[in-house]
């Protein structure tokens, strides 16, 4: 008889949980509005890369904001064009978000899908490899 079994953890504070989320998804919201509604690229209090100002180089975020805003508009092929790395990573990141959520509101864990301990090695020289890759000669379609 094998049945599955279920990782728990014991929840530590279910109100302060939802607090805490309810939070979260409030500033997430206001955020996602601010990119919906204003182009980084035409409002200056976006904040601009320091890397990008002191250097002239791109680092592996840049354009991300511009992406984000075109992402929210639909526009898939300009998001890609502006940082294809965090277009890329956004589902991802998604999971980890929802997995975090679920695991403090129910206790349980879904499934981690990059539990092996040499993921973090291999995100890794992905960042970096995608930010070396853009500052090269000929990899003037990685830059937004």
């Not at 277009?87 to 864990?109: A, D, E, H, N, S």
Request: glycine residues 8%; aromatic residues 12%; contains cysteine.
């Amino acid at each position: 008889m094998n049945q599955a079994v279920v990782a728990t953890v014991p929840a530590r504070n279910p109100s302060r949980a939802v607090l805490y989320i309810s939070l979260t998804l409030v500033v997430a919201a206001a955020l996602l509005f601010l990119f919906f509604r204003f182009n980084p690229n035409e409002h200056p209090f976006f904040p601009r890369c320091a890397f990008h100002a002191v250097s002239g180089l791109e680092c592996p975020g840049c354009g991300g904001q511009r992406a984000l805003h075109q992402l929210l508009h639909g526009n898939l092929g300009a998001a890609l064009q502006n940082n294809a790395l965090l277009v890329l990573m956004l589902p991802l990141g998604g999971w980890f978000l929802l997995r975090y959520l679920w695991q403090q509101t129910t206790g349980r864990k879904l499934p981690a899908p990059f539990a092996h301990h040499l993921w973090p090695w291999v995100l890794c020289v992905l960042v970096i490899g995608f930010a070396v890759l853009r500052n090269l000669p000929g990899f003037d379609w990685l830059r937004p």
